[in-house]
Every structure is written in C-alpha cells, then in structure tokens.
C-alpha cells in the first residue's frame, strides 16, 4: 500500500461501441455540462493516473468532430464490432508498450458518475492484483489489474469483458462498493432517468 504510488498506472477508456440501442453515439450526451466522453476524460486527468489511452470504434468521426481529442492519446478500433475485449486489447497493448506501466484500470465512458474520486480509491485500495467495483449483484468494473494479471486480459476474446477475469480471481479481488456503477446508458430510457436525477 505504501508503495503504491511509485507504480505506474495506465487507465484504457473505452468508447467504442456504436450504440445501436439508443440510436446516437452515447459518447456526445450532454450531462452535467459535458458530453460523457468528456466527463470521463476529466475525471481521469484529475485522478491518480499516469497515462491514459481512448480507444474508439462505432462513430469515431462523428465523435472526433463535435470532441477535441488531438491533446490525446487515442486509438481508433476499426474491428470494434468484434466486441469490447478487442478494444480493451488494443489499449493495453499500446499502454504497454508506450509506458512500461505496472497496472491498468479499465474505465467505461458510458458509466456517468465514475469520477476522480473512485478512481483515486480503487488506485490506494490496492492490496491483492485486483481491484473491482461491486453494484447491484454483480462486480465488474471500473477495476484495476496490476501486471500479473495482463496475459489473462490479453487473451480475453469477442465480447468477453474484464469481469470474466475477476470472477476468476473473486476470491482474491479488493472489492469497493459503488452503487451508481449499475447506471450506464444503452438505451433512450436509461439517459432521460439519467437527465431526472441530474434535475
């Protein structure tokens, strides 16, 4: 734990998907003043995190014309269809090898009320190679891995998610309760519910 800060933390942003089920690129909604995309970037240049990937995919030009991202480093998935572990690879990878980092934390831009703060306590909370969120009945993430844990996310295939390697390791995960975790936005339901507890 008192160490933990001299290790370098690489955090992947993903917002590749094409969002079918809402019908408009989730990335641009407006809450709080900002588009998700934006809130998510902002939260993590105000936390722990060292170096940080965004990895795009579905509306990747309608994105990059309405978000400045040019001070970033971001890579565009052009097989984003093949599901999110493809994404999750190309940002580790590239974190990989650009940065050396020691550990990752995989951060979802559709999931509104992950802030600073929460990436700041899964960073310090860091006593096993695992830390995860747990909301609702389930755990997933935000979550960080630490390096030994990279071949596992490396190998994960189609739409396989992080979680798949946390149920791996429950029962030597770190665990933060986060209830809000369980409100991301897929469909148009989900972002006017949003909107109401914004008002």
Not at 39 to 61: T, W, Y
Not at 102 to 125: A, H, R, S, Y
Not at 154 to 161: C, W
Request: charge should be negative.
């Amino acid at each position: 734990m008192i160490n933990q800060n001299k290790l370098k933390t690489g955090a992947i942003l993903l917002a590749a998907g094409s969002s079918t089920r809402l019908g408009r690129p989730k990335q641009l909604l407006m809450f709080e003043e900002q588009t998700l995309l934006e809130r998510s970037i902002s939260s993590i240049l105000k936390s722990q995190i060292d170096e940080f990937v965004i990895v795009l995919g579905g509306n990747a030009q309608e994105i990059q014309a309405q978000v400045d991202l040019s001070n970033f480093s971001l890579i565009v998935n052009h097989d984003w269809e093949l599901g999110m572990s493809c994404s999750m690879k190309l940002g580790l990878t590239y974190l990989i090898s650009k940065y050396a980092i020691d550990q990752v934390v995989i951060i979802l831009c559709d999931q509104p009320f992950v802030n600073e703060g929460l990436i700041n306590e899964i960073i310090t909370k860091k006593e096993n190679g695992i830390v995860a969120c747990s909301y609702g009945d389930t755990v997933g993430v935000p979550a960080l891995f630490d390096s030994k844990h990279f071949g596992e996310l490396l190998t994960l295939q189609n739409k396989e998610g992080a979680k798949k390697i946390i149920l791996r390791h429950l029962h030597q995960c770190d665990l933060i309760k986060f209830d809000l975790g369980s409100i991301d936005i897929d469909t148009e339901d989900d972002y006017q519910n949003l909107l109401k507890m914004d008002s």
